[in-house]
């Protein structure tokens, strides 16, 4: 308990103390997954669309498939990132392995099928009324479509949050394919894990306690927005 | 504004599920007529309507209007900008009443300003001037469905398709989303309007067809009964007219 309590004073002053390289970390963890869900959401969004509306074989087995990809743990998306990018690996020569780069594909990777499979589940339940509508008032289909997504703006959003919790608070594949170099790919997970290594315990609760409260206020901003009052024409 | 020219469609045939629905069908409105269209469930009604308004394909079909005939893949286009579906249940989009009634005017090219302007004159001038900035979806369900048809009102539409509109509706409702819909066709807006009480817009409807076995027969007139139902179109004299219009 004593633990704890001292974590989370830890945490507090670590906050407010103005500490640089606590706050470069929590810029680094911060810039890299939202680069990586900002890349991850229209994908998903585009693959879950077409997935629920159209029609086609092996489409059921393709979305079993993607449910299954969500159960894939990180430190396998790493691997196999890392022997991509590899020196030789087929991507070795672009130089990308431990960078912010190849840890955004990792978290691309891994938020893909946690987006995808919220986000059908989404359109698949979604009242088609909404589309047939703006078509009927003479939308057309891109503006029919864009006013379907809008209709389901929250849920989508939802599917965002969770596939945001996903990355930012993952290490295994930041760890392998980021390698952890201090100011350059050193995120709140890897620094996490580096002092827990270190024994230094209540450091690594500070910074989890850290994330988490920044993961909070993200939240509470989205949900803030949700609350505004929805204005279109 | 009564458009000149009648919209004929000919030779629609839909299979579900193997099944054919109707086979060489043919229809034609003449403009401002009001037909009311009766059947059995699953004979078909809506998915006529759907078809008519270019939302789902037929097998096989065409349509005239303007004066020349169509295949029906030509003829969407013109179909889902100048004929409105509205489900029986009508969808609001999750956003103020105004910016409901604007969205369609939008897609016609209309500034946000002047999309909003014509909206609010319209609610004003239907007494729902006091709904413009609540949450469509916070309406009541007889409060949905004028909304919906003001929505399709301003966009002028040379053909309006009402599906069941006012089924489970109470009587007061039922007479205000009446006398909306005889506005409507007062302004030479077309209608087809299904219903499973056809008698219920006697005073409205010039033809009463209806959809059997795939096929479309005129039905027996509709003609006001005595001792009409409360709530029916039948009781919409202009006294009463205006004693729902103005409570």
Known sequence: ?233 | MIHPEPIEYGKLAKTINRQPLFENLHLNIDPGECIVLSGDNGAGKTTLLRILCGLLTPDAGDCRYNGSCYHWKRARPWLLQNVVYLHQEPYLFDSRVLDNIAYGLRRRGHTITQARDIAARALNATDLGHLQQRNARQLSGGEKQRVALLRAWVLSPRLLLLDEPIASMDERSRHRTLFLIRRLQQDGVSLIITAHEPRLFAPLAERHLRLKQGQLNPAQPLTPETGAAPGSAFMLDEKYDEQWHLS
């Open chain 1, 1 to 233: 308990m004593d633990q704890l309590s001292e974590a989370f004073i830890n945490a507090l002053y670590l906050l407010f103390s103005g500490d640089r390289e606590l706050w470069i970390i929590v810029a680094t963890s911060f810039s890299v997954s939202l680069r990586a869900i900002l890349v991850a959401t229209p994908i998903a969004i585009v693959i879950a669309f077409l997935l629920a509306m159209t029609r086609f074989p092996g489409q059921r087995s393709l979305v079993m498939i993607i449910h299954t990809l969500q159960a894939v743990p990180a430190v396998v998306v790493g691997l196999t990132v890392y022997i991509v990018l590899s020196r030789q690996g087929p991507l070795g020569d672009w130089r990308l392995l431990f960078t912010q780069t190849a840890m955004i594909v990792g978290q691309i990777l891994l938020c893909l099928p946690l987006l995808i499979s919220m986000a059908h589940a989404t359109f698949a339940g979604a009242d088609r009324r909404a589309w047939e509508t703006a078509r009927t008032l003479g939308a057309n289909r891109v503006q029919a479509t864009l006013t379907f997504f809008y209709e389901l703006r929250f849920a989508l959003l939802a599917a965002i949050i969770a596939g945001f919790g996903r990355i930012i608070a993952e290490v295994g594949s930041s760890i392998m394919v980021g390698g952890n170099i201090l100011h350059h790919t050193r995120n709140i997970p890897t620094a996490i894990a580096l002092e827990t290594a270190k024994g230094e315990y209540a450091q690594g609760l500070a910074l989890g306690i850290v994330l988490l409260l920044l993961a909070f206020g993200l939240n509470a901003l989205l949900h803030l927005s949700q609350q505004q009052r929805p204005v279109y024409a």
